[in-house]
């Protein structure tokens, strides 16, 4: 059969192979050198292109092993970096309570079932705390020594050496949490521990950092936990990407797309933050500082997750001054084309000068808090031919009560009925178009309601 499928032209096996699973494309792979070499094309090579490593001594190994001069790890384009969060209190609870919990949710309906733990239970739970404790010890280890940045270092010159281009399309920095055993990764979630998730998330994007900057891999696109839930990086972690940026200058200046979340330290009970309010202006030198270190920005997208556990309305005071110091400041943003600001909040008059100041065409605000002034003047300069902008996005703006944009579908029912909803978005000849919107009362008790209140708890905090 192999010397059958030999004689036909390589677009024919192809063909053929697109429809095949990996698993299948691998024993394809395995029947004859010849077969090996037509069978690995664009289809074959299309599942390394993409790649996920956790920053763990074994995976890291594996990972310049991979990424030699012969394999087709090389390929990689698009590589997600995982910061690993150990949460040893489920397993611990269940070794001393012999007791397993399990729960199920239906919508705000929680219910917990309870099951005794057999011998054999407990002596898995034990075993699984123990693998636990050593994969924590471990990370402990690595952050002192510094191991994940030279062994991430490693794999990216490897990358750098034997790729066409010697260069990622987009690195992705997230987290991820071992609760139950030393192998089942999990999301971050509602009450997990949120301090290993922010010295995970910090050590993720420290390690990277320094990589690149050994390695003097360059990347065109960096996400800096913007596409994780429940996990940002602290501003104190740009603090210490500052002090060796020199390293990183040459190298940064090729990102042409920035997606990062901010947020303070989940457990940081200094004085100075004790308050939203009094977040310090070496917080803004920091961010101001961080964006200069990208000067070819065509995309720009910052995230503010909330840590601390405030109300609205304290959070939404808490930073009307950034994009007025970032305006005033004048960074250098000349080449941005898109513009996305989420979590955020500033005066209107601030958020005006800051959109006047940048040559975007395209805006996009979402979880925004205009302070003790109208969402108006916003809208009435982002629909000018002035502004000149070919698309505006908003979603779930705040004056301080929720926004209505006339003739939208609501989100979710609302008590008295609504003429609009909570989004719109335009696009072309459509953004000169006026802005209408008004307030309507409170979301009714729903379905609807109580996932929006959810997904917008996961996406802007607290944890």
Same mark, same amino acid.
């Given at each position: ?43 074959? =090579? #299309?599942?390394?292109?993409? $790649?996920?490593?956790?920053? +763990? ?5 594996? %990972?310049?092993? *991979?990424? !030699? ?22 397993? =611990? #609870?269940?070794?001393?309570? $012999?007791?397993?919990?399990? +729960? ?5 309906? %929680?219910?917990? *079932?309870? !099951? ?24 402990g280890t690595m952050r002192r020594d510094n191991t994940a940045a030279e062994l991430l270092a490693r794999a990216f010159q490897n990358i750098r050496g034997h790729r066409k281009h010697g260069r990622l399309l987009s690195l992705t920095l997230t987290v991820v949490v071992f609760r139950k055993d030393a192998e089942q990764e999990q999301q971050p979630k509602e009450k997990s521990d949120e301090v290993a998730i922010w010295q995970a998330a910090a050590d993720c994007f420290q ?215 909570q989004t719109l978005e335009r696009r072309g000849p459509e953004v000169r178009k006026p802005i209408q919107y008004h307030f309507a009362q409170r979301p009714l008790g729903s379905p609807a309601a109580y996932r929006w209140h959810t997904i917008k708890q996961a996406e802007y905090g607290p944890p």
């Amino acid at each position: 059969m192999s010397a059958a499928i030999e004689i036909y032209p390589p677009e024919v096996v192809e063909n053929i192979v697109q429809n095949l699973p990996l698993e299948d494309i691998a024993n394809v792979r395995l029947c004859s050198r010849s077969m090996a070499a037509l069978s690995t094309q664009e289809t074959f =090579k #299309s599942f390394f292109l993409a $790649k996920k490593v956790n920053l +763990t001594r074994g995976c890291l190994e594996r %990972f310049i092993h *991979i990424t !030699t001069a012969s394999s087709l790890a090389c390929l990689v384009e698009k590589l997600t970096i995982a910061g690993v969060a150990v949460d040893v209190e489920l397993q =611990k #609870s269940m070794v001393k309570d $012999k007791v397993r919990w399990d +729960t199920t949710n239906n919508g705000p309906i %929680f219910s917990s *079932i309870q !099951t005794k733990l057999t011998e054999d239970g407990v002596a898995e739970a034990e075993n699984n705390l123990a693998a636990l404790r050593a994969l924590k010890s471990e990370q402990g280890t690595m952050r002192r020594d510094n191991t994940a940045a030279e062994l991430l270092a490693r794999a990216f010159q490897n990358i750098r050496g034997h790729r066409k281009h010697g260069r990622l399309l987009s690195l992705t920095l997230t987290v991820v949490v071992f609760r139950k055993d030393a192998e089942q990764e999990q999301q971050p979630k509602e009450k997990s521990d949120e301090v290993a998730i922010w010295q995970a998330a910090a050590d993720c994007f420290q390690s990277t950092m320094q990589a690149i900057g050994k390695s003097h891999l360059p990347v065109d696109e960096l996400d800096v936990f913007n596409s994780t839930l429940r996990c940002s990086m602290a501003l104190d972690s740009v603090d210490d990407l500052l002090k060796s940026r020199q390293s990183l200058n040459e190298i940064l200046e090729a990102v042409k797309v920035l997606r990062i979340s901010l947020s303070e330290r989940p457990d940081d009970k200094s004085e100075d933050v004790d308050h939203p309010r009094n977040m310090r202006t070496k917080d803004y030198d920091a961010i101001l500082r961080l964006l200069e270190l990208f000067p070819n920005l065509q995309t720009l997208e910052m995230h503010w997750y909330n840590a601390r556990s405030y109300r609205l309305a304290e959070l939404a005071s808490g930073r009307p001054d950034l994009l007025e110091y970032c305006t005033k400041q004048e960074v250098n943003l000349k080449s941005l084309n898109t513009l996305v600001l989420r979590g955020a909040a500033a005066t209107g008059q601030s958020l005006l000068r800051f959109l006047q100041s940048v040559p975007a065409k395209s805006v996009s605000l979402a979880e925004f808090h205009i302070i003790d002034e109208r969402f108006t003047s916003i809208l009435e300069y982002c629909t000018s031919d002035e502004a000149g902008l070919e698309h505006v996005s908003f979603d779930d703006m705040w004056e301080p009560s929720l926004v209505y944009f006339d003739g939208m579908k609501s989100k979710f029912p609302v008590l008295g009925g609504s003429r609009g909803g909570q989004t719109l978005e335009r696009r072309g000849p459509e953004v000169r178009k006026p802005i209408q919107y008004h307030f309507a009362q409170r979301p009714l008790g729903s379905p609807a309601a109580y996932r929006w209140h959810t997904i917008k708890q996961a996406e802007y905090g607290p944890p």
